[in-house]
T-cell receptor, first 115, second 112 residues
Framework: ETGVTQTPRHLVMGMTNKKSLKCEQH?????MYWYKQSAKKPLELMFV???????ENNSVPSRFSPECPNSSHLFLHLHTLQPEDSALYLC??????????????FGDGTRLSIL | GDSVTQMEGPVTLSEEAFLTINCTYT??????LFWYVQYPGEGLQLLLK?????DKGSNKGFEATYRKETTSFHLEKGSVQVSDSAVYFC???????????FGQGTRLTINP
């Protein structure tokens, strides 16, 4: 139990569907992150939130839309995805931004498959 | 920009063998260095870290020493177990940065 919970664990959707991924952390952390993990590629940082404010968007296509209503919850809204978006999406949190040497705590991820 | 390079996997060893997974980095400043581990079906977990040159991080029998002169942070374990089978990621963060820079990961399989 890492203190970071992601739902759903698995998601299959068509390219025209709209769905959302949810992340919740019970650690009292201030920073939250979305990563994409594809086979045979390094982890790709997508978004960073600090105190509910987005501080980084790593050139992510607009078909991915993050939302952070409070420091404990982070969503990733998905619409009109492409087959190459199939991947494991990982959420992480840290006490403060990672540059202060704070470790990141990861959820178990959502395995997304686009048909 | 900053980057992390790990040895190519997969790595397959027998139980009780000695393990080394090489990691070298490129950074503009003096980063903190991390090893994360990802067990099957799970997210990443911090394994160990070192925040300055010559620091040694250790956990669960794993060790890594921050070598500034060779820009390396190699992961070692004296006697691996089947339960160590996982993917291992080396990563760095610069002071004041907002993100970790990860290596590509090294898949380790330990056979009984």
């Amino acid at each position: 139990e890492t203190g970071v919970t992601q739902t759903p664990r698995h998601l299959v959707m068509g390219m025209t569907n709209k769905k959302s991924l949810k992340c919740e952390q019970h650690l009292g952390h201030n920073a939250m992150y979305w990563y994409k993990q594809s086979a045979k590629k390094p982890l790709e940082l997508m978004f960073v939130y600090n105190f509910k404010e987005q501080t980084e968007n790593n050139s992510v296509p607009s078909r991915f839309s993050p939302e952070c209503p409070n420091s404990s919850h982070l969503f990733l809204h998905l619409h009109t995805l492409q087959p190459e978006d199939s991947a494991l999406y990982l959420c992480a949190s840290s006490q403060d931004l990672v540059g202060s040497n704070q470790p990141q705590h990861f959820g178990d991820g959502t395995r997304l498959s686009i048909l | 920009g900053d980057s992390v390079t790990q040895m190519e996997g997969p790595v397959t060893l027998s139980e009780e063998a000695f393990l080394t997974i090489n990691c070298t980095y490129t950074a503009t400043g003096y980063p903190s260095l991390f090893w994360y581990v990802q067990y099957p079906g799970e997210g990443l977990q911090l394994l160990l870290k070192a925040t300055k040159a010559d620091d040694k991080g250790s956990n669960k029998g794993f060790e890594a020493t921050y070598r500034k002169e060779t820009t390396s942070f190699h992961l070692e374990k004296g006697s691996v177990q089947v339960s160590d089978s996982a993917v291992y990621f080396c990563a760095l963060s610069e002071k004041g940065a907002q993100k970790l820079v990860f290596g590509q990961g090294t898949r380790l399989t330990i056979n009984p």
